[in-house]
Nanobody
Framework: QVHLVETGGGSVQAGGSLRLSCAASGGSAYSIYFMAWFRQAPGKEREFVGRISWSTENTIYADSVKDRFTISGDFAKNTMYLQMNSLKPEDTAVYYC????????????WGQGTQVTVSS
């Protein structure tokens, strides 16, 4: 089992910054090999934001956040971060972290989500 908890959401004006954290715990946390951020805006489907490889630290991002958002990890603490800069109103959403662990090829652990609101 892997338990994920996001923190750091809030409200910010356009152009501002926020940093989200996602802490992983549980007996299977040692087997995490990818962690990712997703977001879901009101009335829209959940969309991929970016992910980090736990073994190589390689990151990939959605085009909509590239060059503004940065994912990093503190692997000793099983914690992933999302640094969001130059925020836009269209970044307003509930942000979720997810993990792939064990032998799963899908995202098999999800956090409860944290709200990010960007005002113009």
């Amino acid at each position: 089992q892997v338990h994920l908890v996001e923190t750091g959401g809030g409200s910010v004006q356009a152009g501002g910054s926020l940093r989200l954290s996602c802490a992983a715990s549980g007996g299977s946390a040692y087997s995490i090999y990818f962690m990712a951020w997703f977001r879901q805006a009101p009335g829209k489907e959940r969309e991929f934001v970016g992910r980090i490889s736990w073994s190589t630290e390689n990151t990939i991002y959605a085009d909509s956040v590239k060059d503004r958002f940065t994912i990093s990890g503190d692997f000793a603490k099983n914690t992933m971060y999302l640094q969001m800069n130059s925020l836009k109103p269209e970044d307003t959403a509930v942000y979720y972290c997810a993990a792939r662990h064990g032998t799963s090829a899908t995202w098999n652990a999800w956090g409860q989500g944290t709200q990010v609101t960007v005002s113009s």
